[in-house]
């Protein structure tokens, strides 16, 4: 039997790095060339990481990059062993140091069926198979520092920018998304408000963007799949040793302290 193939560089690197908790200063080879390269890199990554996928990180593309694709929304996953659910203490982020940390309010919509691949999605057709939504933060993080700023395709190749996820406190459905407000703290200082206003076509939107990918892809979505839907405040970066609280008023306060990780 001929031996497997190695996996692709970048692929190694990155998933190594993270297990090392050791940065990459600068992009291990060249940039993908094209959404089918760079997704093509994540599914390897994501075969060569192990863990069992729980849910998708939806991320906004930013123009120029949004006109050049086609698209409006990246992705990435959100392994099992990174989704934790808010206790009585603040949650931990271990950061790589000299890598890439934020954080991301967020709502958290959870599919309660099977989705089975296809496209053509639209908010009406998307809603009925939302069973729950909570409030949330994404750990966005990576070993490579300038994850963010060379575009889109190199997010998505590293896991989408993902490093967990926390599950806050549930809310009362779809509906109670159109009121709903928040705001980011760092180090005990304000600053950002937002909501699920400030998510373009709001959770919803994003949920249909990800169907549609998917639909793409040909992949399924199993019931219980979370889908983090994307920044509600802005993509706040922190460093090791700061403290961050996403405040979802009545829906309670979600506190991160952002750690060393180690190996």
């Not at 075969?47 to 698209?71: H, N, S, T």
């Not at 140091?97 to 998307?126: I, Q």
């Not at 806050?168 to 304000?190: F, P, Q, T, Y």
Request: aromatic share 8%.
């Amino acid at each position: 039997m001929a031996d497997a193939p190695a996996p692709d560089l970048r692929v190694a690197t990155f998933v190594a790095a993270r297990r090392a908790a050791q940065a990459v200063p600068s992009y291990p080879g060249a940039y993908p060339a094209s959404e089918a390269e760079a997704y093509a890199l994540q599914a390897e990554a994501i075969a060569l990481w192990g863990d069992a996928v729980a849910g998708w990180k939806v991320g906004l593309i930013q123009p120029p990059f949004a006109a050049e694709l086609d698209r409006s929304r990246l992705f990435g996953p959100i392994f099992a062993g990174h989704v934790v659910t808010v206790g009585d203490g603040p949650a931990t982020f271990p950061c790589i140091p000299n890598g890439f940390a934020a954080v991301e309010a967020e709502y958290v919509l959870k599919l309660g069926a099977d989705v089975l691949p296809s496209e053509g999605w639209t908010p009406e057709r998307a809603a009925p198979l939302v069973s729950a939504v909570y409030v949330g933060v994404e750990l966005a993080g990576s070993p490579f520092p300038g994850i963010n700023d060379h575009g889109p395709l190199v997010t998505i190749s590293d896991f989408g920018n993902n490093a967990g996820l926390i599950l806050g406190a549930e809310l009362g459905g779809l509906d109670a998304l159109d009121s709903h407000r928040c705001s980011m703290w760092v180090d005990g200082v304000k600053i950002a408000d937002g909501g699920a206003h400030m998510i373009p076509g709001g959770p919803l939107g994003s949920l249909v963007e990800l169907l549609n990918h998917n639909g793409r892809m040909g992949s399924t979505l199993p019931a219980g799949t979370l889908v983090s839907t994307g920044a509600a405040t802005g993509v706040h970066q922190v460093w090791i040793g700061q403290s961050a609280v996403a405040d979802f008023g009545a829906d309670g306060r979600i506190s991160v302290s952002m750690l060393e990780a180690s190996a």
